[in-house]
């Protein structure tokens, strides 16, 4: 079982930047693609970004693209979103996933998510 605690989230003007972090533990971390997802009030979930167990593949969402990168360091078994030029719509409350591929919202395992906000 491998629960996930995200952090890193705030409040931050346009243009800002965060780190969402996503802490892993109770699991062997560096088997399991992990992924990125948001949801705005009133939204459905949708994904941001995902990385493979290893590393080696990324993929994001064409509303994050060039804006976000999506990391990880298995050794400390934590997962990372860079967030920059953070737009007013990127506000949302922020989950990390793990044991799942791409964007499907199939993954096995969920955090309880962080806050963030973008001021105007």
């Known amino acids: 079982q491998v629960q996930l605690v995200e952090s890193g989230g705030g409040l931050v003007q346009a243009g800002g930047s965060l780190r969402l972090s996503c802490a892993a533990s109770?699991?062997?971390?560096?088997?399991?693609?992990m992924g990125w997802f948001r949801q705005a009030p009133g939204k459905e979930r949708e994904f941001v970004a995902y990385?493979?167990?290893?590393?080696?593949?990324?993929y994001y969402s064409n509303s994050v693209k060039g804006r976000f990168t999506i990391s990880r360091d298995n050794a400390k078994n934590l997962g990372y979103l860079q967030m920059n030029s953070l737009k007013p719509e990127d506000t949302a409350v922020y989950y990390c996933?793990?044991?799942?591929?791409?964007?499907?919202?199939?993954?096995?395992?969920w955090g309880q998510g962080t806050q963030v906000t973008v001021s105007s």
């Open positions: 990385i493979s167990g290893g590393g080696g593949s990324t």
């Open positions: 109770g699991g062997t971390f560096s088997k399991y693609g």
């Open positions: 996933a793990a044991d799942g591929i791409g964007a499907s919202t199939g993954y096995h395992y």
